[in-house]
């Protein structure tokens, strides 16, 4: 590279969330060995501290105190990852940016094939993982069933086990941060901003220190998110259930009449009044439960973008060199 060419700058997002246990450990001899190798390129380090209750975010400032090219977002309570992410993407001034997890599952010795294949022309690389090594059973079937599913309602751009430990050009972005939804799947979103992608593939490593704050709850409700957020296709199969529901009916009253009025029960079901009057209300009742539950949470997510909040608050007293 010419001394009078200006180097390209890699941004790094890196969310962190009560991770004192294993942080340093995991930045010393993982990460910062990697990125500090890149010397065609120029860096800068973004942490996003989402919330932590414990030493984290005095461990993010002491970096930040000894490098400025290390910049601390410090939210003012937890806001979740995805909003991290949101974040550190919009704060991110690379030419290409890599956001990659802090707990060591994923592996920095393959950011420089990531940079590799952005430039080979990729404008999104996706780390991708072997979601079916390192889970219980009930984990492994609900992930199988989560990305079939997905798919099924019409999402066809997201790549079984695809994570958020990728590499995004700066153009891809641009486009992102034009992006208001709240409740957001940043994957998801990435893949439907469309743009030239690849994957590389790679095996999902163990946790270095601590637990993970993604519980079975968070992960059900970002899989719900997703559904929602991402596709309308609950809604329409609704809609077809609807259609189903009210034939089924139409043709069993029909049944019924003949059967028990104009044939006189030759088959002997004894269906009276109450019988009938009973089965299809509480049929019924149930199918508009479920109506209501599904159109209830696409309401709720309609009223979080009216509201107009931001997506986070910055603890400007916490968060250094920005």
């Not at 309401?299 to 060199?321: F, M």
């Amino acid at each position: 590279m010419s001394i009078f060419t200006k180097k390209r700058l890699i941004s790094f997002v890196i969310p962190v969330h009560n991770e004192q246990e294993g942080l340093s450990d995991f930045l010393e001899h993982k990460f910062f060995p990697v990125t500090k190798k890149l010397k065609d390129y120029r860096t800068e380090y973004i942490f996003v501290n989402d919330g932590s209750t414990d030493s984290t975010l005095k461990i993010v400032q002491d970096y930040a105190a000894k490098d400025k090219n290390i910049k601390v977002i410090s939210f003012s309570r937890n806001f979740g990852k995805e909003i991290a992410l949101a974040a550190g993407y919009r704060f991110a001034k690379g030419d290409a940016v890599i956001s990659i997890d802090a707990d060591g599952q994923q592996p920095p010795n393959l950011i420089p094939e990531f940079i590799k294949k952005w430039n080979e022309g990729a404008e999104v690389v996706t780390g991708v993982r072997d979601h079916y090594t390192k889970h219980g059973f009930i984990a492994k079937i609900g992930s199988k069933f989560f990305y079939k599913l997905l798919r099924k309602m019409g999402n066809e751009y997201t790549v079984p086990g695809s994570t958020d430990y990728r590499l995004i050009d700066r153009v891809v972005i641009d486009e992102y941060n034009k992006l208001t939804e709240h409740n957001r799947i940043t994957r998801g979103l990435i893949d439907w901003l469309g743009f030239k992608q690849t994957n590389i593939y790679y095996i999902y490593g163990s946790r270095m220190a601590g637990k993970t704050s993604y519980n079975f709850s968070k992960l059900f409700h970002l899989a719900l998110d997703s559904f929602v957020s991402m596709s309308t296709t609950p809604l329409m199969i609704l809609g077809h259930l609807g259609a189903f529901i009210m034939l089924g009916s139409f043709l069993l009253g029909m049944f019924c009449i003949i059967n028990q009025y104009i044939l006189g029960d030759p088959l002997q079901l004894y269906w009276d009044g109450a019988v009938q009057m009973t089965i299809f209300i509480t049929f019924l009742v149930g199918i508009i439960l479920v109506a209501q539950a599904i159109t209830a949470l696409y309401i709720s997510h309609i009223h979080a973008e009216t509201q107009g909040r931001p997506l986070y608050i910055i603890d400007k007293k916490s968060s250094r060199n920005l």
